[in-house]
């Protein structure tokens, strides 16, 4: 099983500063396709997650460009430019290279 | 619009089996697989298993297997998830939610599944 490592595993951000999360797999999720099976999602106080990230680097459909993620292979990082109010919650990594494991999760507050 | 529709919370014995609906609404069924994840309170998300809607195919998490079965009824666009011998640490939210292309888009609103003598 793949396992993901999330860090940090928490982080309080004032409004308008950056923040980024790290999410680092046991193996590779590189693909003989050519894609990288790496996603992130958010999941926001009383609510299922929502996808935010798709193949480590793309937006899905409504994501404020604020959201961006970067990084190959092992490592992973999910970066927001400008941190708002309704950017709460619990950030989780998830890999499908291989069946499907999600990181352990980053619970970002609002300072 | 994507609907995907959970039944009702359920309290259960420890040994007994808790059987889960979610019905689908808003695009066609048999077209996307559709997974089923668990959280347990104020833990993460855990990921159960895949079915295929059109052919009925599973994959299961292998820490559930032998437990977990899922299932489907392409005449109500609705899949099942079946857990049998229910343990306390089975006390969950449990979330069914539509796959496209190895990722996840859509999920129900969960089911509180609570196991308790």
């Known amino acids: 099983e793949i396992v993901m490592t999330q860090t940090p595993f928490s982080l309080s951000v004032t409004p308008g500063q950056p923040a980024s999360i790290s999410c680092k797999s046991s193996?590779?999720?590189?693909?003989?396709?050519?894609?990288?099976?790496l996603y992130w999602y958010l999941q926001k106080p009383g609510q299922p997650p929502q996808l935010l990230i798709y193949?480590?680097?793309n937006r899905f459909s409504g994501v404020p460009d604020r959201f961006s993620g970067s990084g190959s292979g092992t490592d992973f990082t999910l970066k927001i430019s400008r941190v708002e109010a309704e950017d709460v919650g619990v950030y989780y990594c998830m890999q499908s290279i291989q069946l499907y494991t999600f990181g352990q999760g980053t619970k970002l507050e609002i300072k | 619009q994507v609907h995907l529709v959970q039944s009702g919370a359920e309290v259960k014995n420890p040994g007994a089996s808790v059987k889960i609906s979610c019905k689908a609404s808003?695009?066609?069924?048999?077209?996307?697989?559709m997974h089923w994840v668990r959280q347990a309170p104020g833990q993460g998300l855990e990921w159960m298993g895949i079915i295929n809607p059109a052919s009925g195919g599973t994959s299961y998490a292998q820490k559930l297997q032998g437990r977990v079965t899922m299932t489907r009824d392409t005449s109500t666009s609705t899949v099942y998830m079946e857990l049998s011998s229910l343990k306390s640490e089975d006390t969950a939210v449990y979330y069914c939610a539509r796959d496209i292309s190895a990722t996840i888009d859509y999920w129900g609103q969960g089911t509180l599944v609570t196991v308790s003598s």
């Open positions: 193996q590779s999720l590189l693909h003989s396709d050519g894609k990288t099976y």
């Open positions: 808003g695009y066609t069924f048999t077209t996307y697989y």
């Open positions: 193949e480590v680097s």
